[in-house]
């Protein structure tokens, strides 16, 4: 087969990054090659991501930069043509909403590949190179046969284990685009984490847009399992119920020494058995990422989250109080719909409380069919938002800074993610701990992959250094 080759911009979250390197892995095997130069590619694939306005801009300019490359003539009736290459793939989140739409404004594009229909992408490469334009952004997920990836060198393997979200928060548009939860098939999982440690991967980690609902809708039936809507939790064949803890003793049990971590959870949906299960098990690492968006009650009522600050407490204090060293991490947002400047100053309040260890913030940013973008009476001016961003981005460095001098003299564990010599000589390797601190070791020695004992000697904001012991 002719070899031809193909590039990939992903942006947008891990989830995006993973779909990425499925993409790569079946494009492979119909006789693609991977390039890291888009002006040499013979398809072009964009992954992208709506959560903010900001994301889903960046996707439209960059294919209107990839429509000018393709070229166009103007025939005798006066229509555009476009070249036939290169073949341009409009994938991923803000593909998932477009739809038919993204065909009107950029004419240039060849597939629209919708979020759940990831795993028809090698039958519709082979359409589209014969000619066809399609969108595929049918709501119904296309099955995953076999598993084809081709991963990003380096430590970690992510493996996604659920995707889609029914929760519905106000502001968020990710339940359009990845749909409803869906669990991916146990046996598959172990599959794909087999190989990834076979390869060499010496950290898997979990995805999902809500990792505790692992296991909802995974129903037994003759030939193992199969993938349903309903809320039910499934049985494994020996009757136990298939959940995240049940899939973290599964992983954890495969042989050799490695890593397991798993984002995102919900707040309220984290049970004692999770929390059990990471005391329990070696592998699993002391490492939360639950976000809490904001830490006042009545923007989080506004926002649709089924908490309010003192049950977020109960759940962060519950869970520092069993494990010891523990990070949480959070997301917040700045600026919702009638945000009062008090009510964001608990949310202030609530990262300082908390001690959190590190927090992703964004300010607001109103999304087409959610139900917060449509009190446009109560938007907060740019100005304000871009305000409360800083001085929530100020306080989640204090918090770092905070979180990472109580590890000042500490030993910890750090797997080694890489090596670098810099510019003034200094050779430097970087790696995290188990609970996700990134920790700059002077050493000589290039020790990736490896799991090092270090004590920590400085601590700086988004990162530790220590020595080697
Ligand atoms: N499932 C995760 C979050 C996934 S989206 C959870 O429930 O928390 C990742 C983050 O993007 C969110 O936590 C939120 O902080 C941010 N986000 C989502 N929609 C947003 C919007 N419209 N404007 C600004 N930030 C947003
Ligand atoms: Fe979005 Fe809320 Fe679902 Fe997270 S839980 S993906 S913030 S709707
Ligand atoms: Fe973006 Fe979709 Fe992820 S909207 S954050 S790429 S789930």
Redesign the pocket.
Known sequence: MENKKVYIETLG?QMNKSDAERMYGMLEHIGYTQTENPKEADMLIINTCS??QLSEDKAYSQIGVWGKWKGMTVNENGTRVYNPYPKIVFAGCVAQQAGEKLFRRAPYVDLVLGTQRLYELPNLVKRIENGERIVSVDEKPFEESDIQINRVKGINAWVPIMEG?N?F?T????PYTRGRERSRKPELIMAEIKKALSEGFKEITLLG??VDSYGKGVNETQNGFEISDTKEYGKDLAGNTINLSWLLRQINALEGKFRIRFV???PTDITDEVIDTVIELDKVCEYF???M?SGDDYVLKKMN?RYDYATYKKICDHIRSRIPDVTIT????AG?PGETEEQFENTLKAMTELELDYS????????ER?V??KWVDKYIPEDVKTDRLARLNEHNRACCLISNKKYLGREMEVLVENYEVRKNGDKVITGRTRNNKIVHIPCDRDLTGEFVNVRITNARTWYLNGELI
């Open positions: 979250c959560i903010r979200c929760n928060c502001y968020c548009i990710v847009q809500n995102t959870n919900y990422h639950i976000p968006q989250r959070s997301d917040f947002i919702f992703n913030t964004a300010a607001y940013s109103p999304r959610t917060a973008a």
